[in-house]
């Protein structure tokens, strides 16, 4: 019961630093003219771009968690002083109430898009994020790259989406505060702003490696 509590907080961590995504190359802007109509499972842009689903399952699941500590904060005893629990449950009402909005406006202007042989991040309208605040290059990484990818606790109930990846040079590879496997290469994780169910089809189909 204590571990999806513990990934949205380690989500929560995470979202401060631009999903925690540090980037692998550069590589030049892509900025579609105009977006096609939608196929049945991802948005597909002019240049070949498929755009996964946003969700906001996680931003509501934050904002549910901080309308409880708010209810629970205001909780009395007979005497109708409030409990020793008060501020406590205010806090966490107050930082899940916030955290559900940041959620919410990532959810809205952010995308996972699949290409002919990368995963990357990018705007909702597909162009690029420009340079990652991290290590500097374009968040977009080769699916011959792929160790390893995962959803946190499972994929039935997401909180963080992971993957490992060896293209990103040895010297600008940073540690994580979660372990999921012990392969080689830079890990990363991010909130799952996005469907689920489309992101592991087009892992699956791209070929990216996957540990059962």
Same mark, same amino acid.
């Given at each position: 019961?204590?571990?999806?509590?513990?990934?949205?907080?380690?989500?929560?961590?995470?979202?401060?630093?631009?999903?925690?995504?540090?980037?692998?190359?550069?590589?030049?802007?892509?900025?579609?003219? /105009?977006?096609?109509?939608?196929?049945?499972?991802?948005?597909?842009?002019?240049?070949?771009?498929?755009?996964?689903?946003?969700? =906001?399952?996680?931003? %509501?699941?934050?904002?549910?968690?901080?309308?409880?500590?708010?209810?629970?904060?205001?909780?009395?005893?007979?005497?109708?002083?409030?409990?020793?629990?008060?501020?406590?449950?205010?806090?966490?009402?107050?930082?899940?109430?916030?955290?559900?909005?940041?959620?919410?406006?990532?959810?809205?202007?952010?995308?996972?898009?699949?290409?002919?042989?990368?995963?990357?991040?990018?705007?909702?309208?597909?162009?690029?994020?420009?340079?990652?605040?991290?290590?500097?290059?374009?968040?977009?990484?080769? =699916?011959?790259?792929?160790?390893? =990818?995962?959803?946190?606790?499972?994929?039935?109930?997401?909180?963080?989406? =992971?993957?490992?990846?060896?293209?990103?040079?040895?010297?600008?590879?940073?540690?994580?505060?979660?372990?999921?496997?012990?392969?080689?290469?830079?890990? /990363?994780?991010?909130?799952?702003?996005?469907?689920?169910?489309?992101?592991?089809?087009?892992?699956?189909?791209?070929?990216?490696? /996957? %540990?059962?």
């Amino acid at each position: 019961m204590m571990r999806p509590v513990i990934l949205l907080l380690s989500t929560i961590a995470l979202s401060t630093n631009a999903f925690f995504l540090p980037s692998a190359r550069r590589v030049s802007t892509f900025i579609p003219e /105009h977006i096609s109509t939608a196929s049945p499972t991802t948005t597909k842009l002019q240049m070949g771009l498929d755009l996964v689903d946003p969700s =906001y399952n996680l931003a %509501i699941g934050a904002f549910s968690v901080g309308l409880t500590g708010g209810f629970l904060e205001d909780l009395r005893d007979k005497n109708g002083e409030k409990l020793l629990t008060a501020k406590p449950f205010g806090a966490l009402a107050l930082l899940f109430t916030l955290f559900a909005g940041f959620l919410a406006f990532q959810t809205t202007t952010l995308r996972f898009g699949f290409d002919d042989d990368s995963f990357s991040l990018v705007k909702s309208n597909g162009s690029s994020m420009g340079e990652n605040v991290v290590v500097g290059g374009e968040n977009k990484w080769a =699916y011959s790259s792929f160790q390893n =990818y995962d959803f946190l606790p499972s994929s039935n109930f997401p909180i963080l989406v =992971y993957f490992r990846e060896d293209q990103t040079p040895v010297g600008n590879r940073e540690e994580v505060p979660i372990v999921v496997d012990n392969l080689d290469g830079q890990v /990363h994780f991010f909130p799952a702003i996005s469907n689920v169910k489309q992101l592991e089809e087009g892992f699956a189909k791209h070929g990216c490696s /996957h %540990i059962e």
